[in-house]
């Protein structure tokens, strides 16, 4: 347990080292949602695009 | 050969066919790097004689960075693509690049203020790489600007790939600063003159991490690509049978 504690604290670093990593995680997950949102958007205006056409014809 | 593939790439529904099964071979294996990296960077390198356990920043912060630089180059390069051959695709893919890169960018100067302040006493300076870092991310900021501001399709590609371009002469400054200029900031210890400075074990895990970012922005940027190469194609048959696809195969492809 105390060996966990010693990790954890980093040293004396921690209040360094673990926003630096959630900060980093927190961006790729961003990025993960912004780019599937951006494509689900994308094919949602290429359906309504091709509903409309259709419904022309 | 090499001309075929690259004409084969241009057109709109082969490439949205090939990324299409590129990205679950990059996302996985990066994923499965990330995670070996990020447990071996924090918990099985040994600590830095000097810096303590506090050198560990470098393992986000060293990738954030290569990503940065590493996106606007291949954004520019895109950029210069869809300009001298009128490629629309490429105008795709350097568009996707804008977002990933910026928010890279952000991250690495983020880190690298959290990793500053232990080490250095002071979260910014004005030091050539520090400052060249942040006109990056201006850059990518001006380029997400002035997608955003200018309706017309095609001026807005042209416009954006000049500015990609022209802005690309800030990557080897970004680079070179630290040997240019008397920095604050710490030479490359990764590769110099290719041999590293770092011992083997400190290294694997940052080469292990680089190759995890490099091909996770790869996967996001063909995800991204997909989606605006379907919101360029207005009237392609193509499209039809490529959305249906999607919806049969629900989330397996591109996602």
Known sequence: MSGFLTWLSMGKYAAYVWPSFGLTLLVVVLNIHWARRSFREAQALARRRLAMRRSES | ?255
């Open chain 2, 1 to 255: 050969m090499t001309w075929l593939w690259f004409n084969k790439l241009a057109s709109p529904p082969h490439f949205y066919r090939i990324a299409g099964r590129w990205i679950p071979w990059l996302a996985w294996p990066a994923a499965l790097l990330g995670i070996i990296g990020v447990v071996w960077g924090l918990a099985v390198a040994p600590g830095d004689y000097q810096q303590g356990e506090g050198y560990r920043i470098i393992y986000v912060h060293a990738p954030s960075a290569w990503l940065s630089t590493f996106t606007y180059t291949a954004m520019a390069v895109t950029a210069a693509i869809g300009l001298i051959w009128r490629m629309n695709v490429a105008h795709a893919v350097s568009a996707s690049c804008a977002t990933l890169g910026a928010s890279f960018t952000f991250v690495a100067l983020a880190t690298g203020s959290l990793w500053g302040k232990p080490m250095w006493g002071t979260w910014w300076e004005w030091d050539p790489r520090l400052t060249s870092e942040l006109l990056l991310l201006f850059l990518y900021l001006g380029y997400l600007g002035l997608r955003g501001a200018i309706e017309e399709q095609s001026r807005s590609d042209r416009v954006c790939a000049l500015l990609a371009i022209v802005g690309v002469v800030n990557v080897p400054i970004i680079y070179y600063s630290v040997e240019w200029w008397n920095s604050l900031h710490q030479a490359p210890s990764v590769m110099k003159f290719g041999k590293s400075s770092m011992p083997a074990s400190m290294l694997t895990p940052l080469l292990i991490m680089f190759a995890s970012g490099t091909l996770f922005a790869a996967a996001l940027v063909l995800v991204r690509a997909r989606g605006e190469v379907l919101r360029r194609e207005r009237a392609g048959n193509w499209i039809a049978a490529a959305i249906g696809a999607n919806a049969t195969a629900s989330g397996r492809e591109g996602e």
